[in-house]
């Protein structure tokens, strides 16, 4: 049984293909899907298909790209509205800094992040991290706005083992996407999962971006996450039901509250 913990699963991304997307992935046993908001009409399009599947969550936030469009504090209490109104908003995200791509300015990407921690604090709700090229800024913030009291996950990790060991100090977890089964990332890849413990380890897909091998090229979707949780089992030499039985008690333990999964 497989969990895809970050994917965008919304008419955006697949069109009319959305609940052939997300049926195919349940068929290959990926029997959880959060489903990630990237600003408002994003976040309200991942709650409307979870409603619709008893499997898939959402979460909703604003991406570090989108600060740029917010508009003000009217728009996060819309975000904790939304979040307060539905049950099956497990987490706010994702949400963080890109100053990889600055798509918007860095100040108003902080400003904004630091509201929605505050925002997830507030909800008690764990927060999924988008983090490129800023870790310490990331770290600096999570730190300062208190996020250790929510705990969440960096998605898609990309520090190294030293930045790991600090953010579980913060009560947070990394998630891994198909980009552990490039070629070019072998040996990066094995020597940091290799030292993560296991019970720091979500999965993910961020589909429909970074298909994994064998389907380099394709549109990726949420059933290939089976071949993030093979990677894993395969470097750390264990037995993948055990890798997964392993993921989901994270999933739960970190998104699973009050009784909010219904995953066995
Ligand atoms: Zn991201
Ligand atoms: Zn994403």
Redesign the pocket.
Known sequence: MYVDTHCHLTPSFYKDKVFEVAKRAYDENVKLIITIGTNLIDSVECIEISKKLNYVYAAIGI?PHDTKNINGFDDILKLMKLAKDNKKVVAIG?IGLDFFKNYSPQDVQERYFRMQINAARELNLPIII?DREAHDEVYKILKEEKAYEVGGVF??YSGDYDFAKKIFDLNFLVSFPGTITFKKNKEKAESLIKKIPLDKILTET?APFLTPEPFRGKQNEPMHVKYVAKKIAEIKKLDEIEVCKKIIENVKSLFGFEGKLNID
């Open positions: 991406h994702e988008h998605h898609c961020d």
